[in-house]
């Protein structure tokens, strides 16, 4: 089992910038691939972000490609998603996902791959 905690949400105005967590505890978190996703009211949950269990290689979907950076730190069981010029359209709840299987060399951009979840955190964006 994997516990993951997101912190770091919050209010800001367009083009401010927030910095999430995602911490992990439980059985081995740097063998897994990463994510980070997104759901608005009404809308379906997204992709956002993930990065390679050893941290060389990240994806992003093409809305926040420039603006936001993933990250992690294995020694500290955290992954981040640095997140800059923010849109009101970037308002959600972001959720940190563990892929499934360790070691994967493809990193997955669906949520059908990542079996742990975190509770959530809120992102506004005013205008």
């Known amino acids: 089992q994997v516990q993951l905690v997101e912190s770091g949400g919050g209010l800001v105005q367009a083009g401010g910038s927030l910095r999430l967590s995602c911490a992990a505890s439980?059985?081995?978190?740097?063998?897994?691939?990463m994510g980070w996703f997104r759901q608005a009211p009404g809308k379906e949950r997204e992709f956002v972000a993930a990065?390679?269990?050893?941290?060389?290689?990240?994806y992003y979907v093409d809305s926040v490609k420039g603006r936001f950076t993933m990250s992690r730190d294995n020694a500290k069981r955290t992954v981040y998603l640095q997140m800059n010029s923010l849109k009101p359209e970037d308002t959600s709840v972001y959720y940190c996902?563990?892929?499934?299987?360790?070691?994967?060399?493809?990193?997955?951009?669906?949520?059908?791959?990542?079996?742990?979840w975190g509770q959530g955190t809120q992102v506004t964006v005013s205008s």
């Open positions: 996902a563990a892929d499934r299987i360790s070691w994967r060399t493809v990193v997955s951009t669906t949520s059908d791959e990542y079996e742990y």
């Open positions: 439980g059985r081995t978190f740097a063998n897994n691939n």
């Open positions: 990065i390679s269990w050893n941290g060389v290689s990240t």
